[in-house]
């Protein structure tokens, strides 16, 4: 990976003289009826300023003389004004809804704000929480601006080293379901085997979709199946993509971590067990072979580059375009012998969007959008320092492998728009998404080819591809009972999930004679000179997929759905939902959902709902297998993970994967007082048999079968919680002040295990209770502070993380040595203590044209607590919610003409 540090002088060498005429703007924005339109969005056209309107429908904005604001608002035309050197500009905006407006997510009726739904809904502006943040990522941007949303970077975790798992309310990642456009994007084809976070789940990689392409992002946190079907469980995020015209925008953005980690070497000096990634100890990421490398007082330098275009097409249509790079070098973090590279990966990544609307007709019109995103990414796995798996004539020092992949994702959606002369509104539409996932393994070896083994491999990988075919129909009627929206409709979805194998020396295991291993009895396997023990085949660090391995499986699911809202009166709404699914797998499934808002005045809302849902069980779990082989004696023994229509899997009892089961409730109100804004939601929600990972099971039963694991619907869980969110913003004479609490309290329980008659604490022990758990934190409270004068802004913000605790590798030790069991547990537990972390971002509007931010992510360096070298990831410290790499300072510069 290269180094990107030449690009931060750059950035500050931009021009600091340019400031252009500016004028304060302010005015009223009402509806057709005289009515004040409170949080009207206004930008001005071709920039990331903008303001929202207050209690009283006013605003106060300053801009360029030459400006035009744009105000839109959910449920009316959007209308554009040039300032033309006015001080005071009123607009009305009339009721309406664009034929290609994208509805907010949660609701299918085009009446509906995210203050006055019957379900909480955040609508976050993307280029405002990327101006107020340096983060790069759309996980990262989430992680800090939704309050139950979660997502870390994870170490020494295979694939999930290279995708980052992501939840919301502390369910899993394949829990909650994602849209672009309204429309179903397809998931990733990893499942998350190790790591802290999301073990056994798959879900949909967000960090595939360029932030600079997002136009806004809508959360709905509420159980969503009824509506949306499968992964709607936690909720649904729906990602807009940007729609302008007539201007170029972008940005370039350089940043570096600080890699002072302050922590306490004194009891691992002595032998230098513990010393890596200190000073005088770093390991050298630009060769293989455990070599230590010079000091670096910063490391995992970022770039971001990033342009957006649009182009009108006729009067009403338009083509968006969008490229991103980024490029991130590896971190490095304190850790022990024998996890020498703990840190986070390198990245190098490749986005391209498009988001297109054409008219056709009066009433019609063609849509399209979709993109390729390709990333090579690389992270370390855990060292080999000595013994049979290291030959020392290629690596003396031992070796310190690297899993590196090449992940691809290429999406594309189509469809017609239309509407009848009945004003039924019908849309048509077909998305196919593919994500594939190949593995190259470098900076390793093949034990068993001793001398002369290739030091990288084709390991082989996965891929995933769905199709989705959808049509939908709605209609709202004004003149029954105060507003009534109906929907229904039908879609029709294609999977198949792909495991394809790698080069034989990535899997294999040869003879002494550098032969593929097939028959072992008559077949000698080298062994190391000094242990007598066998040298085992394959790639160091990631075994390869051998054809043993490989799937190629589909399946099909069709369904229908119907919802309706129906205003009873002008205070209160009523809104209902019906699913049916089959799946060709493992059949049906109908679930439904009620919800309602109460007007209690003009500034209060009470909401609630309560809906039933499911998660079908991904083509991945069903059919995901590994195997590992080793010989002993001349005999070949496996360590597998069985698939679940494996005849090992159910000469273990376990039965076929069926359909995880859910309960949903919430409760909640909203309020609007002047200058202040609070939603604040409660949720129950009830799981029955989650899918989790099983630990290995002994299998002697089986022949040439050393050890089992399997994924089975082994976990009831119930989570209770609370999301609130508290804005309030105040305008002066030429500048503008916004507090923005947002927090989520948590508490998910394990009510039950099914193990059936296995052992539990190896079909789901309490380890793997406490990964569960950890991945549903006790809390997360943000307040963020921001102030916009002028040629100025500046962003304060603090996130505290709640207390979490893991289980480490302990659990695997003989609990007599801890005097019995609940000692081991104790004995075992990692306490991470509540952290509270700061950022900080200047921001200068050099021109018309120009602005540069400069700021810092966890200002004051703060990392999670110190652990011993137990953890699951070799470091001083797991992969926990607040990160573990330290303070991130950058700059960027955002343009647009």
């Not at 500048?735 to 008659?757: K, P, Q």
Request: with cysteine; proline share 4%; hydrophobic share 35%.
């Amino acid at each position: 990976m290269r180094k990107n540090y030449f690009l931060l002088p750059i950035l500050l060498m931009l021009p600091l003289a340019c400031l252009f005429a500016q004028i304060s703007v302010s005015g009223n924005v009402q509806d057709t009826d005289g009515a004040p339109l409170v949080g009207v969005n206004i930008v001005e056209k071709g920039t990331t300023n903008g303001t929202t309107t207050d209690f009283d429908g006013n605003y106060v904005i300053t801009v360029n003389e030459g400006a035009t604001l744009v105000f839109s608002y959910i449920g009316y035309s959007t209308a554009e004004e040039a300032v033309a050197g006015r001080a005071s500009i009123d607009i009305t905006l009339a009721e309406g809804v664009e034929l290609d407006e994208v509805q907010l997510v949660g609701s299918r009726s085009p009446k509906r704000t995210s203050t006055d739904t019957a379900v909480p809904v955040d609508v976050i502006d993307v280029a405002e929480v990327t101006t107020q943040s340096g983060r790069i990522e759309v996980n990262e941007l989430l992680q800090y601006a939704a309050p139950s949303f979660n997502a870390n970077k994870q170490s020494g975790s295979d694939g999930a080293d290279h995708i980052d798992p992501a939840t919301l309310r502390g369910l899993g990642p394949d829990q909650t379901l994602v849209l672009i456009n309204g429309k179903r994007r397809h998931q990733s084809s990893l499942i998350n085997i190790f790591g802290t976070r999301g073990r056994g789940n798959t879900g949909t990689d967000l960090n595939a979709i360029p932030a600079a392409a997002i136009k806004r992002i809508e959360i709905l946190r509420d159980g969503a199946s009824a509506q949306y079907g499968s992964d709607a469980i936690a909720g649904v995020i729906n990602i807009v993509l940007k729609d302008n015209t007539g201007e170029v925008s972008g940005l370039v953005s350089y940043g570096a971590y600080n890699t002072n980690a302050d922590v306490d070497i004194s009891d691992y000096r002595e032998d230098n067990y513990g010393v890596w990634n200190t000073d005088g100890f770093r390991l050298d990421t630009d060769r293989d072979g455990n070599q230590i490398g010079d000091d670096q007082d910063f490391d995992g330098g970022s770039i971001k580059a990033a342009l957006n275009y649009g182009v009108a097409v006729g009067k009403e249509g338009y083509v968006n375009f969008t490229t991103e790079y980024i490029s991130k070098n590896k971190t490095l973090r304190p850790s022990f012998d024998f996890r020498k590279g703990f840190g986070e990966a390198a990245i190098d990544g490749f986005n391209f969007m498009v988001n297109a609307v054409v008219p056709v007709a009066e009433n019609t019109e063609f849509y399209a959008f979709g993109g390729r995103n390709y990333r090579d990414t690389d992270a370390y796995a855990f060292t080999r320092n000595g013994g049979a798996r290291v030959i020392p004539a290629i690596y003396p020092d031992g070796f310190t492998p690297r899993i590196t992949s090449n992940i691809t994702d290429n999406a594309v959606t189509a469809g017609f728009r239309t509407v009848l002369p009945s004003e039924w509104k019908v849309d048509i539409s077909n998305t196919y998404g593919k994500n594939n996932f190949h593995y190259f393994i470098q900076g390793t070896l093949n034990a068993s080819l001793e001398e002369v083994s290739p030091t990288d491999f084709d390991a082989g990988g996965h891929s995933l591809s769905q199709n989705t075919v959808n049509l939908d129909f709605s209609r709202y009627y004004d003149d029954v009972l105060s507003g009534m929206n109906l929907a229904f409709g039908a879609e029709y979805r294609t999977e198949n999930f792909i495991i394809f194998a790698g080069e034989e020396g990535s899997w294999g295991t040869y003879d002494v004679n550098g032969l593929l291993i097939t028959d072992p009895a008559n077949q000698v396997q080298p062994t190391d000179p000094d242990s007598g023990d066998p040298r085992p085949g394959g790639s160091q660090g990631f075994p390869g997929y051998s054809p043993a391995n490989e799937v190629d499986r589909s399946r099909t699911n069709f369904s229908l759905y119907a919802d309706g809202e129906f205003d009873l009166s002008e205070s209160f709404l009523l809104s209902a939902a019906a699913r049916f699914e089959n799946y060709s797998d493992f059949g049906s499934t109908l679930n439904g959902k009620l919800a309602g808002r109460f007007k209690a005045s003009d500034n209060v809302n009470i909401r609630g709902s309560v809906s039933s849902g499911f998660r079908a069980p991904s083509l991945a779990q069903i059919y995901y297998n590994l195997r590992f082989t080793n010989f002993v004696g001349g005999e070949a023994l496996e360590s597998l993970l069985s698939p679940n229509n494996s005849p090992v899997t159910r000469s273990f009892g376990i039965e076929q994967l069926k359909e995880e089961k859910a309960f949903n409730a919430g409760l909640g109100f909203t309020a609007t007082v002047g200058n202040f804004n609070a939603t604040v939601d409660g949720y129950y929600i009830d799981i029955n048999d989650r899918i989790v990972l099983t630990g290995n099971f002994d299998a002697p039963q089986i022949p040439n079968v050393e050890a089992a694991q399997f994924f089975a619907n082994g976990a009831d869980t119930r989570t209770i919680g609370l999301d609130v969110v508290l804005s309030w913003k105040q305008y002066f004479d030429d500048s503008s002040l916004t507090a923005t609490f947002t927090g989520n309290l948590n508490d998910m329980e394990i009510t039950d295990v099914n193990n059936g008659t296995l052992d539990e604490q190896i079909f789901f022990g309490e380890r793997d209770k406490g990964f569960l758990l950890a991945s549903a934190p006790k809390s997360k409270l943000t307040l963020n502070l921001n102030y916009n004068k002028d040629w100025f802004d500046a962003g304060l913000a603090f996130t505290h993380f709640s207390k979490i605790e893991l289980l480490d590798f302990q659990m695997f030790e003989d609990p007599a040595d801890y005097g019995g069991f609940a000692n081991q547990v104790i004995a075992a537990t990692d306490t991470y203590d509540p952290k509270l972390v700061t950022d900080l971002v200047l921001g200068f509007r050099l021109c018309e044209d120009l602005r540069l931010h400069v700021g810092a992510n966890n200002l004051f360096n703060v990392y999670p607590d110190q652990q011993d070298d137990w953890t699951e990831a070799g470091g001083y410290w797991d992969a926990v919610q607040m990160g573990f790499s330290g303070a991130f300072y950058y700059a960027r510069m955002g343009f647009s003409f």
